[in-house]
């Protein structure tokens, strides 16, 4: 007779990788509950940004569910699923981007432009943690390589045409609301390069002896700051102009 052996998955407390892994998952599944519930209340022009947060908080939390087992079981980084998880996610917050300034004239070039450079930026990154060879002149050459995607991103949030196209829109809520997720940009994707450099033979791996599971700490950090706030920023934006519009409508 077979016997059925069931291994019980604990959360180990005492390790904060682990505990961020469990409650990342059930923090992005339910946000996601949350945008898709809530995209009844927003106005229909609302509608496919606030399907695009709930996206981006699902497709993570799938990949949470499965890192977070790959984790447990191994104690390994789970490079390539994270890198997945990024390739679906950060273009869809590029998306999110081109729809805030699409009144305003957005044209489907500029999706693209920032779809590239994310591209960039993850194909980068992933060369620099899949394929090292634990020196650290490999994780600088490839971490470096990997900003100049970033910064261009920066660069388009808060000077470029994303910002250009926000202040042509006239929509005070659009202007702060785009402004805010430049904040986010800025400093939200800038916890992501700290948990880069703990990687073998990173900055902070080598110069202050961060061990590598850190990597996945800061990611994990990371991602519920910005998939989270990301959609939040754009949920209140459509909230507003809802609100905006029916007063408009009843005065
Ligand atoms: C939902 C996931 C998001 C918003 C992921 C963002 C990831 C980054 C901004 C990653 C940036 C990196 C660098 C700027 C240099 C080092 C390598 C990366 C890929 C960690």
Redesign the pocket.
């Known amino acids: 007779m077979k016997t059925l052996l069931l291994e019980v998955m604990t959360i180990p407390v005492d390790d904060p990788v682990a505990f961020t892994f469990f409650t990342g998952y059930m923090a992005m599944f339910a946000a996601s509950v949350f945008f898709f519930f809530e995209r009844s209340r927003v106005s229909d022009k609302w509608k496919t940004s606030l399907l695009v947060s709930g996206l981006i908080t699902a497709i ?1 939390a799938v990949h949470y569910y499965y890192m977070r087992d790959y984790y447990a079981a191994t104690g390994e980084n789970p490079t390539a699923l994270r890198y997945i998880d ?1 390739t679906l ?2 273009p869809l ?1 590029c998306v999110e981007f081109y729809l805030l300034t699409k009144a305003a004239g957005a044209k489907i070039g500029l999706l693209w432009k920032l779809i590239i450079a994310a591209a960039w ?2 194909i980068a ?1 992933y060369i ?1 943690e899949a394929f090292t060879d634990g020196s650290t002149s490999h994780s600088v050459i490839w ?1 470096v390589a ?2 100049i995607g ?1 910064v261009y991103i920066l660069y388009t949030a808060w000077f470029g045409e994303v910002k250009k196209l926000a202040d042509a829109s006239g929509n005070p809520t659009v202007v702060r609301g785009v402004r805010t997720l430049a904040w986010f940009v800025l400093v939200g ?1 800038a916890i ?2 700290i ?2 450099m703990c990687m073998p033979g990173g900055w902070l791996n080598v110069g202050l002896g961060w061990e590598a599971t850190n990597v996945d700490l800061f990611y994990n950090i990371a ?1 519920a700051v ?2 989270i706030g990301f959609g939040l920023v754009v949920y209140s934006i459509a909230i507003t102009s809802t609100k905006e519009s029916a007063n408009a409508a009843t005065a």
């Open positions: 993570a990024w996610t950060v917050m930026m993850l990154g620099g971490g990997s900003t970033y994707w992501y390069p948990g880069y991602d910005n998939k």
